[in-house]
């Protein structure tokens, strides 16, 4: 067999819906709630933050919502995404085990995060917003959010969490060179800022902070709305688009998928590509094992309790029945910006609670070694959040060896690692540790 395997859609093939898990869940999601109320969250609650169209979606019961077209130009500069097989990977783990990866990191900003940032700039374009503030880990979603609202000739600011913003100075320059303006967080330029800066000059940030940043700004400048990169409803739906694809091109491949994953953090790759197989669990009874793999310091899934919880640090957000590790949780750094959030989505947690998936927590220098390890086979170099489906994927086709199992394994490579250079320069130094600040 050809070491290079690629199952590609054509553009007409690209789904031109996407697909809501909210329609098939056996039990129904318990909502937000009013941070002052404690009742449920109604939707002009939600118009501060969102457009209506956004908060239509949040809340819809509706089993497939249509893409705009104008949405389906913009995803036609990269989708469909190619699913490849990882032939090369195989056979130096010597598994009897088909693995195949779904790879979203050919979109322009590198990553999953323009899926759900394309339509997100677009609603709020023609609903008359004028900037989108928002927060980001590691950059991806921040490059993403600035890349869409180039496109829809929106301003954009960035809060970037403070640790990512200077481990990462390539992602904040990406976010730069489409337009946007990016501040370190905690920054001076919000009041909650400067009181995380004032209790402790030194902080390294967390997406829980700027979170609020962001949704503070967005508050207090007129012609502002929020978009957020994870978590929430309307992310998971426009993320879909992943697994929607990955179904047809499995069946492309003529096979079907007895393992599913995909990285952690908010929930918003996992989702991807993990809702339409969920679906096939639900209601068709199928087998699929789907496996959540998080970072062993930030574990929301494996050690997190399932409550309602605020998802950012000031506790400006609604409360979200999540599994949390707390809205104060200041998780250690961690070269995986991206997955450094206190919480997980309501939607994942539920599946979780149902039964429906798995979850894994990987330790940092075990998601290098395999990151490295996938870069010298499959020659792509992936994002460190990235690096952890694909070291869950390595441990489950190793188990098919042990066992003699030849099980059909596919995961989700949600970004390429070139901007995360620095990271793969500490580990390959020798410099990095499992937690806490590098040697």
Known sequence: MSDNVQFLLSADEMPKSWYNLLADFPEQLPPPLHPGTREPVTPDLMFALFPEAIVAQEMSPERTIDIPQEVRDVYSLYRPTPLIRAVRL??????????????????PAGSHKPNTAIPQAFYNKIAGTKCLASETGAGQWGSSLAFACSVFGLECTIFMVKVSFDQKPYRKLLIQTYGATVHGSPSTQTEFGRKVLAEDPNSSGSL???????IEHTVKTPGTKYSLGSVLNHVCLHQSIIGQEAIKQMEMAGEAPDIIIGCAGGGSNFAGLAFPFIAGKIKSGKSYRIIAAEPASCPSLTEGELRYDFGDTAQLTP??????????????????GGLRYHGMSPMVSHCKKLGLIDAVAVPQMKVFQSGIQFARTEGIVPAPESA?????AIDEAIRCREENRKQVIVFNLSGNGLLDLAAYDTYLSGKMHETGADI
Not at 94 to 103: D, V
Not at 208 to 214: K, L, M, R, T
Not at 388 to 392: D, G
């Open 319 to 336: 409360l979200l029945l999540m599994h949390t590790l707390g809205h104060d949780f200041m998780p250690p750094v961690i070269h995986a």
């Open 90 to 107: 195989e056979k130096a783990l010597q598994t009897p085990a088909h693995i195949y990866y779904k790879y979203e990191g050919v979109s």
């Open 388 to 392: 952890h489906a694909i070291a869950a």
């Open 208 to 214: 829980g902070i700027a979170i609020s940043e962001a």
